[in-house]
C-alpha cells in the first residue's frame, strides 16, 4: 500500500476533524508513509464526494478511506466502484451511527481503526444500485421511514440513534400504511405495509445482529414487510421494533432476491424511501445487488 486519499466530512457526528485529519496523518507518517503519497481533502457535496472517489480509483490509488458517517461511506463506495474498484476502502468511523463499520466489526475506537486501516485485510462486500444511487447497508419505507424523516444531522450529531425516535408519536398517531406492488424472481406480489426494510447487512440504524442470515458478500437482499401491525401492536412492541427484532412480531413477511423493484399502487401518496438514513428517491426504485465489487478493509478476526 503506497497510495492514500481520505475524503472527510467535517459536518459529521460529533468529533472535531481536523483533529482527526492531524492524527490520522501523523499515523501514516509513523507508519513508514510518505507525505507526498497522503492526501486528505472534503468535498463541498456529495456528488462530489463520489467524483473524487472515482477519480482516485481510476488513478488505482491504493486506500481511499472515508472519515465520516454512513453517507459518506455510501458515495466513496459507489465512487470507488465507478472507478473500475482499483482502490480498497477504508473506514474511520466518525458519524453518528456508524452502521457500514458495526456490521463490517470495523472498530469504533479511533486508534483500533485507524490500527486496521494498515493492519487489516481486504475483504470483497456486496454493494446495490438503487435507482442511480449506490446502496451499502439498508433501504426504508413506511413507519421506519417516516420517523426518520424528521431527523436531522444536529439531532443525529446531539442524540445518536435516539435521534430517530424523536418523531415516534407523530408517526405513530398518523398510522399510514402503503399499497406497493414488489417485482421479484419474475412475479409480482401485491402488499400494503406499514413497514418495508431491505438491507444488505446483518446492521440496522446501528443495531448489529438485527439479521445473523444476512451476510456483507452472499449477492442478496433481505428484505421484509409487516402488512398487519396495528396502532396498539406498535406500542406494544417498540422496544423490540428499536431493536430490529422484527420476529418478535406477527404477520411478518421475508424474502431474499438479488433483484427487487418497488412501485407505488396508491394515487394519493408517492412515499419517499430513506437510504442509508437519508432522504432518497421517491417510488419506483429498482435495487440489484453488484456481489462483491468493492474490497473493504476489515479485522481479521471477522
Not at 422496544?239 to 399502487?265: A, V, W
Amino acid at each position: 500500500m503506497k497510495t492514500i486519499l481520505v475524503i472527510y466530512n467535517s459536518k459529521s457526528g460529533n468529533d472535531n476533524k481536523e483533529h482527526l485529519v492531524s492524527k490520522l496523518k501523523h499515523f501514516f507518517l509513523n507508519h513508514g508513509f510518505s507525505e507526498e503519497n497522503i492526501h486528505f481533502i472534503e468535498p463541498e457535496s456529495a456528488n462530489q464526494v463520489f467524483n473524487i472517489a472515482k477519480e482516485a480509483s481510476l488513478k488505482k490509488t491504493d486506500l481511499i478511506v472515508s472519515m465520516g458517517g454512513d453517507g459518506t461511506i455510501n458515495k466513496v463506495a459507489g465512487g470507488i466502484y465507478a472507478g473500475g474498484s482499483h482502490s480498497v476502502l477504508g473506514i474511520l468511523p466518525s458519524g453518528s451511527v456508524n452502521n457500514f463499520a458495526k456490521a463490517l466489526a470495523i472498530p469504533q475506537d479511533t486508534d483500533a481503526a485507524m490500527a486496521n486501516l494498515i493492519s487489516g485485510r481486504p475483504k470483497a462486500i456486496d454493494i446495490c444500485h438503487v435507482n442511480q444511487d449506490t446502496m451499502i447497508s439498508s433501504l426504508t419505507l413506511g413507519f421506519l421511514a417516516d420517523i426518520a424523516a424528521g431527523v436531522t444531522s444536529k439531532d443525529k450529531r446531539r442524540l445518536g440513534k435516539l435521534a430517530f425516535f424523536k418523531d415516534v408519536w407523530r408517526v405513530l398517531k398518523r398510522n399510514r400504511a402503503y399499497k406497493l406492488s414488489l417485482f421479484y424472481q419474475g412475479e409480482v406480489h401485491q402488499i400494503r405495509t406499514k413497514i418495508l426494510l431491505v438491507t444488505l447487512t446483518h446492521s440496522v440504524a446501528g443495531m448489529t445482529g438485527f439479521d445473523p442470515k444476512a451476510k456483507v458478500d452472499d449477492g442478496l437482499l433481505c428484505c421484509y414487510y409487516i402488512d398487519k401491525l396495528k396502532l396498539w401492536q406498535i406500542l406494544l412492541n417498540l422496544r423490540q421494533i428499536r431493536r430490529g427484532q422484527f420476529d418478535k412480531l406477527s404477520d411478518i413477511s421475508y424474502f431474499e432476491t438479488d433483484q427487487l423493484t418497488i412501485k407505488n399502487r396508491s394515487r394519493r401518496h408517492n412515499p419517499v424511501t430513506r437510504l442509508e438514513g437519508d432522504s432518497s428517491s421517491q417510488l419506483p426504485v429498482t435495487l440489484s445487488v453488484i456481489p462483491q465489487s468493492i474490497n473493504v478493509m476489515v479485522p481479521y478476526q471477522d
